[in-house]
């Protein structure tokens, strides 16, 4: 983080000054006292110079933290309320004061550019390509893991230093009006919608508004003439609508021959990772992807036309032929051949010593991404070597909830799958879509815990088998597929 004053830190958050009577370095006055470290949320994690920002909860009071954060060497804490002893920046909403915060370091960094992205599947994986690709061409910010919400996305932009030439920010979103909100936070330049599917439809009600609130982060961007470019998925069904919503310049990425930045020629035969060609502007190259499954190519594809927007914004309006120069594009296919998994539970791919593989996909579910996971099941597995589905519920699908379960079932059974797992209440509208009324089908089983899927899966595994474990987050599946490589020997 670029290193400010307490003083700095009162002006951007507006908030007021409550010293502890003393300080470390013998005065109080907040010009004098120099915040040299990172911004915490975890009074554990703090040490000399940091900021502790305490955040009330549901289960604790980041309050009642503060004079331990202050002891470890925070220099001021970022409070509702003034704490004895404890030097406070008092504020009326602790996290609103943090995107204030943040916002006012990043703007020190007049020539950052900012990347926003999101849809309905796939976002970290794509922020973890155009991160890969972006540290090519120079420093840049982009976060291991989800901190695509109102917490994480300022405390991932405090993470910017002067050097810092790129930021990519995952932005999510439960509702319309989030990803406006958060786009108040960081004025990204770069937005990039993935797609436009069914994840948290309960909570939107239609896929029309789940495209509304994606395209709040395209509505941010600056015009064309101003270097705004948004990247769309020209083969989801939305991006005419999307396409709309902004006068930024538009790209695109897609499968078909209208697409700017095209991926085709997929080829997974070689254990589930894909190999694929990449074209735009007139050039192309090939590209293996260390990456598992078939959708990771239109991901690397996203992230190219990320990786070439940047360079074609700096003379706006940006053109995809202005910047897609053969020396580029191979520059890209060998950062997407390079890269490797970063965050955890999506499409973490293990070998046991036995020979068993489990693809634990865990961190999520929708009816897209259950297809996706499926297909890369069939891929790893590569016709010779026996499947295992180990599913459990989506979440946040409202009405459509039963027939979409039903309907990943029936993918189960069409794609071959050998045996099918179905854990827990919610998921058994999967073992009923894949083994049908009454049950035809023997290798498929519904279980009603973790516990019973564990003790099948120990007594029926054998060394060859390809394992895929997936499900919405609250199912918490990850321990499922922790429980199978632990005590065994991971190659």
């Known amino acids: 983080m670029i290193a400010v004053t307490v003083a700095e830190l009162l002006t951007a958050t507006d908030g007021q000054w409550h010293p502890p009577g003393t300080s470390n370095n013998g005065s109080g006055e907040p010009a004098a006292l120099s915040i040299t470290g990172d911004v915490q949320i975890d009074s554990r994690s703090c040490g000399p ?72 599947s796939g976002k970290t994986s794509t922020k973890d390509l155009i991160g890969d690709l972006l540290s090519r061409w120079g420093p840049t910010v982009c976060p291991i893991g989800s901190y695509n919400n109102d917490l994480g996305l300022p405390l991932t932009m405090l993470r910017v230093d002067q050097r810092t030439r790129f930021l990519v920010l995952e932005m999510g979103s439960r509702g319309v009006g989030h990803i406006a909100r958060l786009t108040e936070i960081a004025r ?24 509304q609130a994606k395209s709040e982060l395209l509505a941010a961007l600056p015009p064309a003439d101003d270097g705004g470019v948004a990247i769309l998925n020209a083969d989801d069904a939305s991006s005419g609508y999307l396409a709309g919503c902004t006068a930024a310049q538009v790209w695109t990425f897609g499968a078909g021959p209208e697409a700017d930045v095209r991926y085709d020629a997929v080829d997974v035969s070689g254990g589930g990772r894909p190999r694929f060609r990449l074209s735009a502007g007139g050039h192309q190259v090939e590209v293996a992807l260390q990456l598992v499954g078939a959708h990771q190519a239109a991901n690397a594809a996203a992230a190219s036309a990320v990786a070439l927007s940047t360079v074609a914004r700096a003379r706006p309006p940006a053109r995809i032929e202005v910047a897609a120069t ?34 634990n996909d865990a961190y999520n579910a929708n009816p897209e991404s259950m297809r996706a996971a499926l297909d890369a099941l069939i891929a790893v597995a590569g016709g010779v070597r026996r499947t295992w589905a180990v599913l459990g519920a989506m979440g946040e699908l409202g009405a459509t909830a039963h027939a ?30 894949a083994a049908g009324e009454p049950a035809q089908e023997e290798g ?33 599946l990850e321990r499922l597929a922790d429980a199978l490589l632990e005590g065994t020997e991971q190659t």
């Open 326 to 359: 053969h020396e580029r594009l191979v520059d890209i296919g060998l950062g997407l051949g390079a890269a490797r998994p970063r965050s955890g539970l999506r499409m973490e791919l293990n070998d046991r010593a036995d020979g068993v593989s489990i693809l």
């Open 49 to 120: 110079g940091d900021v502790f920002v305490a955040l009330p909860g549901e289960r604790s009071d980041g309050h009642e933290f503060a004079a331990a954060a202050h002891r470890a060497g925070a220099v001021a804490v970022l409070a509702l309320r003034p704490i004895q002893n404890v030097p406070c920046v008092v504020v009326a909403d602790p996290l609103i004061a943090l995107a204030r915060f943040a916002a006012a370091i990043v703007a020190r960094v007049p020539e950052l550019v900012i990347i926003g992205i999101t849809g309905s």
């Open 188 to 211: 990204p330049a770069i937005g990039v919608i993935l797609n436009i599917g069914t994840a948290h439809l309960g909570e939107f009600g239609s896929i029309e508004l789940v495209a």
């Open 404 to 433: 979409e379960h039903e309907a990943v079932g029936n993918e189960v059974k069409q794609r071959g799958v050998d045996r099918l797992v179905a854990v827990g209440a919610d998921a058994v509208g999967i073992y009923a879509g």
């Open 444 to 476: 498929f089983v519904h279980v009603p815990d973790m516990s019973a899927a564990l003790h099948l899966l120990r007594r029926q595994l054998r060394p060859g088998d390809v394992v895929l474990v997936k499900a919405s987050r609250y199912v918490g």
